[in-house]
């Protein structure tokens, strides 16, 4: 009885005050174009698009928190001429929608939804197919772009954009999303504080995820396959990388991870499998590298120059090419606990610690290093004497590079 | 020529070591597939083996042969039969049933498992023919040392050395001459380098038909545009033909010269 006392008072109350309008589009109603019911809406309306084709472009919707739903996956088409939608403002959403279409420039960065100077912001559930950019956020903070579908086909990277392409913005999550077919995956500029979770990238032409000049920003159970060069983190720090995969990044000049630049981060749980070079490390200091799986990846890491600090540790390297490339010299960089298949050592105090040091950089692969040309012996019969020569007594590779606590079974995490 | 190289694919084919031979390929293929459970991780671990195997075996088993079959040979000789027809013949015998050996005893495991439905197939394939192709290279090497010495010992040290050279020297040569010579681009260098060897070669071949190619890197890619083309394709069978006709050539030059 009180209860729905209490649910009459609230409906009461909340048709007093909320002016709420809710405006339906359609062929047949009384509104037919978006843009017209754009114009009419006002502030904290809902829009309600039914399934048909909306051959508009440039629809913008500026200063005015509108709540956006398409019905059926209504279809906008922007005809390759522009932007779809374009949107200044605070407070709105957009779910449901079926953008195709976008046009292609080489001056412009005509996007699906183009979201700028906004705030407070849910881009959800929306089918984005033959885009030029996906979902554009410049300025915008607070946000949540999740559920979306993006697809295209890619050809070349100057005339293709980003599925996801955020810039300058704060505090941005962008979840749930599948990103097939473009340039970028997602494409982060001078992004803080975000979180980018549960997303697919595959198929895209350049990387699955390209990280620029953000920090503090946490990227968590992706899925990035197959794409031209993997993932790029770059100039960066405090960077939390979590339970992704990265898979099948396969090609002459391709990675799983390439960190350039960055500082203070954390991988964590990560699974590298099928990668050329699953990691490729340059200019990186205090980095963690925790319980991350390396499986059957050419080379496992690859660590280039100026790299101090980083610390390997419980990860499971499985049968990689090569377990570890390095050049240069050790910098403090440590490698403990982890499990190798290569290890070939004993424990006979079973306390389930190798009681041999792993030395992970074989002979080769300093070679391979020095003179890029040597890898046409790969798997020839006098590089495995080298490399088991090398192993009994190191002379040329590091000596001090070595995990003097190899663990004999594989580490479950 | 037919009726001895028959003689001898049946003498050889009664041999306990073309059994030997036999039943340790399908033993290995029967291993891999099943330790492995995948197929183109076995069809690496082969290549490894092949590469290394199947030009030694090759290699011993000619100049054994040969030197088991002198007096068999001398006595042929004495009969009205081309010279030419007795060795080629001879050397063909052995040549076919060492690649019977090594088809038969990899192919049923590899068809038993569904080699056939799978993608690997064409890997397979170039594994056996590059199998195929060291055999009767090696062979072809093997009768030419046999022939130019009558020593036994000396003939097998060098059809060893032969080997060694060509399985293990040679590339350790090669890997210092890149080392040495790093400053300069040796792109073509090593791409020359390695059709020169018949091992080397078909070692590329079946690297590049497998996955890993991609990870040779920039030269991998060099190597893989030369060799993905009509005319590297062309090439690299030519020179593996190329190094079964030269020995062969020779075998019938001093076969036919030589005095017994």
């Not at chain 2, 060291?134 to 093997?142: D, G």
């Amino acid at each position: 009885m009180l209860r729905s006392f209490f649910l009459f008072l609230f409906l009461a109350f909340a048709s007093v005050t909320s002016r709420a309008q809710e405006i339906e589009v359609c062929k047949t109603c009384e509104v037919k174009t978006i843009q017209a019911a754009v114009d009419m809406a006002e502030d904290g309306d809902i829009l309600r698009i039914k399934s048909g084709t909306y051959k508009e472009h440039d629809i913008s919707i500026i200063d005015k928190s509108l709540t956006i739903i398409g019905e059926d996956f209504p279809v906008i088409d922007a005809e390759m001429k522009g932007t779809a939608l374009s949107i200044r403002a605070e407070n709105f959403s957009i779910e449901g929608l079926k953008i195709i279409n976008v046009g292609r420039s080489h001056t412009n960065d005509f996007a699906g939804i183009l979201v700028s100077n906004s705030k407070n912001f849910e881009v959800k559930n929306n089918r984005l197919d033959q885009v030029f950019f996906g979902i554009l956020l410049e300025r915008a903070s607070e946000g949540i772009v999740s559920g979306n579908i993006i697809t295209s086909d890619a050809k070349s990277q100057s005339t293709s954009g980003n599925g996801v392409h955020i810039w300058k913005s704060e505090k941005i999550t962008v979840k749930n999303n599948e990103v097939i077919g473009l340039r970028d995956g997602i494409y982060l500029e001078f992004v803080n504080n975000s979180e980018i979770i549960d997303n697919l990238c595959k198929d895209n032409l350049r990387y699955g995820l390209h990280f620029m000049f953000s920090d503090h920003d946490l990227y968590k159970g992706n899925i990035f396959e197959n794409n031209g060069a993997g993932v790029a983190v770059m100039y960066s720090k405090f960077i939390d990388m979590q339970d992704n995969q990265f898979r099948k990044n396969w090609g002459s000049a391709s990675y799983g991870l390439l960190l350039k630049e960055i500082n203070d981060s954390e991988l964590k749980n990560n699974i590298f499998e099928d990668n050329t070079i699953a990691i490729s490390a340059d200019n990186t200091n205090r980095i963690n590298y925790i319980e991350n799986d390396f499986r059957n990846n050419g080379y496992a890491i690859r660590i280039r120059g100026a790299v101090y600090d980083n610390n390997f540790k419980r990860n499971n390297f499985l049968y990689n090419s090569f377990d570890v490339a390095y050049t240069g010299r050790l910098n403090n960089n440590k490698f403990s606990n982890n499990y190798w298949s290569g290890y070939s050592g004993y424990d006979l105090d079973k306390d389930g610690v190798g009681d041999v040091p792993f030395r992970p950089v074989t002979l080769f692969s300093y070679l391979v290093n020095k003179t890029p040309e040597a890898i046409v012996l790969l798997r020839s019969t006098f590089i495995d004497l080298l490399d088991f020569s090398e192993k009994v007594s190191p002379i040329f590779t590091p000596a001090d590079l070595m995990d003097d606590q190899p663990q004999m079974k594989r580490i479950s995490w | 020529m037919l009726k001895i190289l028959k003689y001898s694919f049946y003498d050889l084919s009664r041999s306990l070591w073309s059994y030997v031979y036999f039943f340790f390929y399908l033993l290995l293929g029967v291993v891999l597939l099943f330790l492995n459970n995948d197929l183109s991780n076995a069809v690496i671990t082969l290549m490894n083996v092949i590469i290394i195997l199947v030009p030694l075996i090759g290699t011993i088993f000619g100049v054994m042969y040969f030197y088991n079959s002198r007096e068999f040979t001398e006595l042929l000789l004495a009969q009205p039969v081309r010279r030419s027809s007795i060795f080629l013949g001879q050397y063909l015998g052995v040549a076919i049933s060492l690649s019977a050996s090594l088809i038969l005893g990899l192919g049923l495991p590899f068809i038993l498992y569904g080699i056939f439905q799978s993608g690997a197939i064409w890997d397979f394939a170039s594994l056996l023919v590059s199998g195929v192709f060291l055999t009767f290279i090696f062979t072809a090497l093997a009768f030419n040392i046999a022939l130019s010495n009558e020593n036994k010992i000396k003939g097998f040290g060098l059809a060893i050395l032969l080997w060694l050279f060509l399985a293990v020297v040679y590339d350790g040569l090669f890997l210092l001459s890149l080392v040495y010579f790093q400053d300069y681009p040796l792109d073509k260098f090593s791409l020359v380098a390695s059709m020169l060897n018949p091992i080397d070669l078909s070692r590329i071949l079946i690297l590049l038909k497998l996955d890993i190619s991609a990870l040779l890197g920039y030269t991998g890619a060099v190597f893989k545009q030369f060799f993905g083309t009509g005319l590297g394709a062309f090439t690299s069978i030519a020179v593996l033909i190329l190094w079964v006709i030269l020995p062969v050539w020779r075998i019938k030059y001093i076969s036919a010269k030589k005095d017994f």
